[in-house]
């Protein structure tokens, strides 16, 4: 199989929810008593994985954005999806170490703890060449997609290392961290400077997360969420635009089965929600043993 050591594997793809990631059926129950936390949850992507963490039987979720009117819709959906889940929100800006803190430290004090992290919040402005960009613009895209997970990784951490300590004493598995990054990681796109090294840059800070953290049972991946057509994905060049036929459910239910224990060997590492679970876990020994998946530099064709 040499096309898996490209930038793309070459197993199933898939663009909407499948049996296999389905909350409903194939992985119901498998977040019951679990407390998950979701930042950009206001709409779609984070609230579709809200809700199919409430389809998948979690205990409680805790929903964090900028927009409150937002997480009120996404709270209203999650009760809809599971009456029994317990969900809060508040406002929050990821940039703001306070406001990541105290959100953190509101979820842990309402819920007992936090067993799965879902750091969703992204910025993506209008492309432009480096030359032409607007300065702000594109260091906000560092400080949100950047700056931001950090922040979400360092006050959830310590929760999530009691998670997995807490599930590993009792057979099942917890301290789940799952991190957005986008396929955009793997390429080099004109006028996409700002967004695809910030979130190259992601699948790298997962990796150390895996250094740092991975023996204290943290569980980390930095995800392709597949083309869906989200508010900020409008925002790249139109000709773009026609390539965004992904489903929100998709990378939902991929974050599900993520959470689930049945990924826990591919830790540290890009995943793409596009590909089919069941053919990547057959190749995984191969994964392992080269250590694929992750951000090298190349020395031989």
Known sequence: MSSIRTQFLDIKAHHSLYPAIDPKTTLSGSASGKAIFITGASQGIGQATAVAFAHA????????????????????????????????????????????????????????????????????????????????????????????????????????????????????????????????????????????????????????????????????????????????AKNMPKEIHAGLVDEPDLPAGFAVWLCSGKADWAKGRYLSCNWDVDELTQIKDQIIQDDLLVNRLRTKA
Not at 97 to 106: H, L, N, T
Not at 110 to 134: C, M, T
Not at 140 to 145: L, M, P, S
């Open 57 to 232: 039987g979690a205990k409680a979720i805790y929903i964090t954005a900028r927009s409150e009117k937002g997480l009120e819709a996404t709270k209203r959906r999650v009760t809809e999806a599971n009456p029994e889940t317990q969900c809060e929100y508040s406002a929050c800006d990821v940039t703001d170490e306070e406001q990541v803190k105290a959100s953190v430290m509101d979820c842990v004090a309402k819920f007992g703890g936090i067993d799965v992290v879902d750091s969703n919040a992204g910025y993506l402005d209008q492309w432009k060449k480096i030359g032409e960009s607007d300065t702000a613009s594109w260091w906000k895209t560092w400080e949100v997609n950047l700056k931001g997970t950090y922040h979400v990784i360092r006050f959830a951490i310590p929760h999530l290392i009691q998670s997995a300590r807490k599930h590993l004493a009792a057979g099942s598995t917890g301290g789940h961290l799952i991190l957005v990054s986008s396929i955009g990681a793997q390429l080099v796109t004109p006028a996409a400077s700002d967004y695809q090294t910030s979130k190259h840059a992601i699948n790298r800070l997962c990796e150390f997360v895996n250094v740092d953290h991975g023996e204290e049972g943290i569980k980390c991946f930095a995800i392709h969420p597949g083309g869906v057509s989200t508010a900020l």
